[in-house]
């Protein structure tokens, strides 16, 4: 069997342990020095002499056979445990001599298998159900109180004592000061008709927080958690002048629920409150009477193995061995003997912390503070230790905020770079789109004035004056088929040796009043074929008169029938056709006749590049079936016509404004075309397809993730969870 512990001690002091753990552990006491002079410097303050059965249990020669006797001999309470000595001594100042009879507690009996006698036994308007368990000043009864309807705790005393009695009422009235979610709360203090005291107190339904670290096993966040709420609990005792003294993990519950409560007040004194204020029904106990051990020896601070002033900062030194044992799986004290404890603790010989600890050093140091050897170098109130606890608990969550804002931060200025570079660009855009306008109807107002210019100039020369005075006789019976179809192939070689160079560049054809093909300079010797099917050469046919520019692809079924442009197959692009009339008479009145038209065609990239004014602006001429020019995508072309003003279009990678320009024909015709007008918008975030989006939404969610880390960090900082 190991050494015993203090628990073990008190109880075996106390007759809390049934006949089978008690005659193991006297079996041990009998075989190890060190355990015997834990228990006898326990009991130092009381003579040998009052005291034969409690020695003879300490006496080395005893076999453990022998120790059978003591079954059901009483085992003195005042003196086995730190807690009962300590009271003794507190009273020492005027208590009586203590006899024999005196120190008696109730007998440490086998384990009945029968109904306690207590049990059903009614304490004032209580009834006791059920026995919960023992310690060194008494027993613990679960009860039903049948005013409330409810079950509560009764801690009542194994025997009438004056001591004791008063203990206990002081015990009640430490815990009732303080109202508190982290500490059982008392409910009152009665005495039955037979004279047994008892304190009524909220019953838990859980396990200690040893056995609770023990069975879940938490890790070190968790850990810190539970202890900061025993914590929260203890300086609100010290607020209402409570100090504890014998805190460790026995000494708190964890109940089913999940919250942590601090129990068992039995060592607590009155002391003045951390705001000056003391409690003045609370009697006055000395806390610092020369050779008092008050405490569990594994937890106590220096001042309590040395007498000393015993204060809130007590508490401190005991919570602080106690979360270390729970962080580091072992105390921060060696110390197989009670001297050995004591001369460690003293000198603050602190054990190094284990290989391969979970503790950060910033815990380590906040525990090594709170484990200083003069109370003036622990932290100054349990609260600013609970504070520092909780700053260390939330620097993860401190650390997240400090990166989401970090990345929010940086998020943001990169759309604000971005917003602020595409603003800049997007001004710079939208005045060369108005510029480029501007050129577009310089560009098509100069192509109108020189086609007229070219049309008059072809109108005078004496061979389109002939095809205007051409009539084929067939019409009229003064010739055949044959006569009018010479006449027309001399008219197309009279055209064909016509200069027409010096007109420009651009093709040019003529067409009869009967819409055939008479000369096109695309194909000189081409000629005869039918231009009817065009809609642009019928409507000016049919109407006698008026002039137009029609804007098509080279691809149009009719275009390519009429051989215009040559026999080749089919070009990419845009043809922009100018027609003007030859007509007889005023053309501005009815019934004027068409006599030939003069046909001109320019094609829509060489328009193209006269708008153009810089390399970055794409633009596009579209026909009025959406055919177009250059090099723009559909949809560009789409999103661009769908509105007169300026577009945003996600294109790919990148981002486009575009906008649509009409192009009006010759007179009154109206909108023959569009010219498109596209040029990127990138920025700072043009990376990726929705970069923009994907960059805000993550800015978003980092802030939010910014301001949740912050707010739990400062709940967990202040004690909030």
């Known amino acids: 069997m190991e050494c015993l512990d203090a628990n073990e001690l008190q109880d075996l002091m106390s007759g809390a342990l049934d006949t089978g753990a008690r005659m193991n552990v006297l079996g041990h006491l009998d075989t190890c020095d060190d355990c015997r002079e834990l228990l006898s410097i326990t009991a130092s303050d009381v003579s040998r002499q009052t005291l034969p059965v409690f020695h003879e249990a300490l006496d080395a020669t005893a076999a453990p056979e022998s120790m059978a006797g003591l079954e059901a001999t009483a085992l003195p309470e005042p003196l086995m445990s730190t807690q009962a000595a300590s009271d003794q001594v507190e009273d020492a100042g005027d208590a009586p001599t203590l006899l024999p009879q005196d120190l008696l507690a109730t007998p440490v009996m086998r384990p009945s298998t029968g109904k306690p006698k207590a049990q059903g036994k009614r304490l004032g308007r209580f009834t006791m159900t059920e026995r919960l368990g023992a310690g060194a000043m008494g027993v613990v009864w679960q009860a039903e109180d049948p005013k409330l309807g409810r079950n509560v705790a009764l801690k009542l005393l194994k025997r009438a004592d004056a001591g004791l009695t008063e203990r206990l ?24 008709e037979d004279g047994t005291m008892f304190i009524a107190m909220e019953l838990v339904t859980g396990q200690s927080l040893r056995a609770w670290q023990a069975t879940t096993k938490p890790a070190v966040p968790e850990l810190v958690a539970a202890y900061l709420a025993a914590g929260r609990g203890l300086g609100a005792a010290h607020a209402a002048g409570i100090v504890h003294r014998d805190f460790k993990p026995d000494n708190v519950l964890v109940g089913d629920d999940g919250r942590v409560r601090v129990t068992d007040f039995g060592l607590a004194a009155a002391k003045p409150g951390e705001g000056g204020a003391t409690k003045p029904h609370i009697g006055d106990v000395n806390l610092t009477t020369s050779g008092s051990v008050l405490g569990t020896p594994a937890y106590m601070a220096p001042e309590q193995f040395t007498g000393g002033n015993v204060d809130s900062r007590t ?29 460690n603790v003293t000198f603050g010989r602190i054990k190094p912390a284990p290989a391969g600890t979970r503790v950060s050093n910033a815990l380590r140091e906040i525990l090594l503070r709170g484990l200083a050897v003069k109370p003036g170098d622990r932290f100054a109130t349990m609260n600013d230790l609970i504070t520092e606890l909780g700053r260390d608990r939330a620097r993860p969550w401190r650390r997240t905020t400090i990166a989401a804002a970090a990345l929010a931060g940086v998020l943001g200025l990169g759309l604000v770079s971005d917003w602020v570079l595409r603003s800049r660009l997007g001004a710079e855009i939208n005045q060369s789109f108005a510029l480029t306008g501007k050129q577009l109807e310089r560009t098509v107002g100069q192509l109108r004035d020189q086609f007229d210019t070219v049309s008059q100039v072809a109108y005078r020369e004496s061979a389109l004056r002939e095809v205007a005075a051409h009539h084929d006789q067939d019409d009229f019976g003064l010739g055949t088929a044959e006569d009018d179809k010479a006449e027309l192939e001399r008219l197309h070689s009279t055209l064909v040796s016509t200069d027409w160079v010096r007109l420009g560049t651009s093709t040019l054809a003529i067409v009869d009043y009967k819409g055939r093909l008479l000369y096109t300079s695309a194909e000189p010797t081409h000629w005869g074929g039918d231009l009817r099917a065009l809609p642009f050469v ?23 029938a009429s051989r215009i442009l040559g026999a080749g197959g089919a070009r990419e692009g845009l043809a922009v056709v100018f027609v003007r009339t030859l007509a007889l008479g005023d053309k501005t009145t009815e019934g004027s006749e068409a006599r030939a038209l003069y046909l001109q065609v320019q094609d829509g990239e060489q328009l193209i590049d006269n708008v153009r004014l810089d390399d ?7 026909a009025p079936t959406g055919e177009s020019t250059g090099r723009l995508s559909p949809r560009l072309v789409a999103s661009a016509l769908a509105s007169t003003a300026v577009t945003d279009v996600e294109e790919g990678e990148h981002t486009y404004q575009v906008q649509a320009r009409e192009v009006r024909g010759l007179e009154e015709q109206g909108t023959i075309a569009h010219v498109v007008m596209a040029r990127p918008l990138d920025g700072v975030l043009s990376l990726f397809p929705g970069a923009r989006l994907v960059f805000a939404l993550t800015a978003m969610g980092a802030l939010v993730l910014a301001i949740a880390a912050f707010m739990r960090a400062r709940d967990i900082t202040r004690g909030r969870t």
Do not use: I, W
Not at 315 to 343: H, S
Not at 539 to 557: E, I, Q, W
């Open 616 to 622: 970055e602006t794409e633009l596009a001429l579209v």
């Open 315 to 343: 508490d401190q030194f005991n919570f602080c061995v106690a979360l270390y044992e729970a962080l580091y799986g072992e105390r921060p004290f060696e110390g197989k003997t009670f001297v050995e404890l004591g001369d």
């Open 538 to 560: 019928k409507r000016a046919l049919d109407a006698g008169k008026g002039d137009s520019v029609t804007v098509l692809p080279y691809s149009d079924p009719g275009l390519l």
């Open 169 to 192: 009422v002081r015990e009640a009235r430490s815990m009732a000061q303080v109202n508190h979610p982290n500490v059982v709360t008392v409910y009152e203090v009665g005495e039955s």
